[in-house]
């Protein structure tokens, strides 16, 4: 007798190749802006779910799934929204997309690093308003300007990379980084305060874990350099984001530019995104074309493999 195909939940959208690789071995269902309850529906006829950041698969999730789900696909890097320990409790494997937006996120956080020290939204709303600013809107050049790269892994390694054309000296912290890597590329690993003390410019690159939950908060901004500007492409959830707006307000901060935040999308009317000095996109980091082909077929080929039983967890 022929095996049923298993069904596949794609819960977020995912690029084309991908889910042609998935139909190609299971039934797709891609159903997306599904309510927490909705989902907790759907999962119990479901072997295996893709999710983007935008769904968070908590223990509910797992437990109304019956022990049919087998494996959650993670199409991105980071895995902060999906419960680990209920996927373990219930056989689930957990397999992300390592690789395939590296160079989205890093290409992000440079574009952010450069229109923030130039005003570029700022100045584009300003323009569009129909004023004619010139004056308002001088910038801080790179050259000569200190760097740090707080969570020296593959993104952070490549917007130091990028740094350095910049002219830019570029220092990192990360106590997982070996040094060799570091000093491949020409960048000093140093200690989180000497980090946040010394530079003039932070970007921000940890994943999201207890350990760098609202690492940067009222003790880290009082310990940097007075008019330091800081990028976040990681995750909102390392910046404590009422302790950033007291350090904007307060001047420690010169400006920030930020992709991520807390809760996404943010509260209408938050005074963090709506501060003068910050400049906010919604979660762009993987949105290239090119990311997103690759995260979904990476993301793919993880979930079919761990269906077939060939695979282990990733993430
Ligand atoms: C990631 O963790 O890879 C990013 O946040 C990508 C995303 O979900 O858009």
Known sequence: MMEAKPTILVAEKLDEAGLQLLKNFANVDCSYN??????????????????????????????????????????????????????????????????????????HGVALLTSMARNIAQADASLKAGKWQRNKY???????????????????????????????????????????????????????????????????????????????NDVAFSNMKKGVRIVNVARGGVIDEEALVRALDSGIVAQAALDVFTEEPPQKGSKLVNHENVTVTPHLGASTAEAQEGVAIEVAEAVVGALKGELAATA
């Open 34 to 107: 599904l309510s927490l309850e909705e989902l907790c529906t759907k999962i119990s006829l479901c072997d295996a779910l893709i999710v983007r950041s935008g769904t968070k698969v908590t223990r509910e999730v797992f437990e109304s799934s019956g022990g049919r789900l087998k494996v959650v696909g993670r199409a991105g890097v980071g895995i902060d929204n999906v419960d680990l320990s209920a996927a373990t409790e219930h056989g689930c494997l957990v397999v992300n997309a390592p690789t395939a937006n590296t160079i989205a996120a890093a290409e």
């Open 138 to 216: 001088v910038g801080v050049s790179f050259v000569g300007k200190t760097l740090a790269i707080m969570g020296f892994g593959k993104v952070g390694s490549e917007v130091a990379r990028r740094a350095k054309g910049l002219g830019m000296r570029v220092i990192a912290h990360d106590p997982y980084a070996p040094t060799d890597r570091a000093l491949a590329i020409g960048v000093e690993l140093v200690s989180f305060d000497a980090a946040i003390s010394i530079a003039d410019f932070i970007s921000l690159h940890m994943p999201l874990t207890p350990a760098t939950l609202k690492m940067f």
